[in-house]
């Protein structure tokens, strides 16, 4: 059966201690949506009411324990895998979250720790980091956040600032 709607889904990450973005973010987009992620380290209380309809996960800076890991969502026919990326270690090598996503049968996997934008397949996964909306780092000196609209067909990508405008040169489309 065809799918009439594209799924939408918005990414954040490491926005350390900045409570403000996270939730104008939120705000900007409750309700227009499919799902929201934060991929860690917002520094935030677990309990936070802020993560109502957000789902989160736990980064090195995060000192509540009460974060998940990691999470595994299933999204109509998409699965997404979220983990901040550290416990995969990232930062040496993409070989254990390569594997974690090929474990889960994820379609897509959100990660975040490296605070530098990416959307790249390996195997048979979109990995994406959404930057970070508080320090970038890297190349791109801009604060980010993402949306993915998901098509039948394919996946579309953009990356925002925190004034909510496109940056353009990171947009992309991914075949399925
Ligand atoms: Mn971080």
Not at 8 to 17: I, K
Not at 103 to 115: F, K, M, P, Q, R
């Amino acid at each position: 059966m065809a799918r009439t709607e594209p799924q939408t889904l918005l990414v954040m990450s490491d926005s350390h201690g900045d409570r403000a973005i996270v939730q104008e973010v939120k705000e900007r987009y409750l309700g227009k949506v499919d799902a929201m992620f934060h991929n860690g380290d917002s520094e935030l209380d677990a309990k936070d009411s802020l993560w109502d309809g957000i789902y989160v996960v736990r980064g090195n800076c995060d000192y509540d324990s009460a974060y998940p890991n990691q999470l595994v969502v299933q999204l109509g026919d998409v699965t997404i895998a979220q983990t901040h990326g550290h416990l995969y270690g990232i930062n040496f090598s993409w070989m254990r979250l390569d594997y974690w996503a090929e474990e889960v049968e994820a379609d897509i996997c959100l990660y975040g720790h490296l605070h530098v934008p990416d959307a790249t397949v390996r195997g048979k996964t979109l990995f994406v980091n959404p930057g970070s909306i508080r320090q970038p780092r890297g190349m791109i000196k801009e604060c980010l956040y993402a949306i993915l609209t998901i098509f039948e067909d394919h996946i579309h990508i953009e990356y925002y600032n925190r004034d909510h405008q496109v940056y353009a040169p990171l947009t992309k489309d991914i075949p399925r």
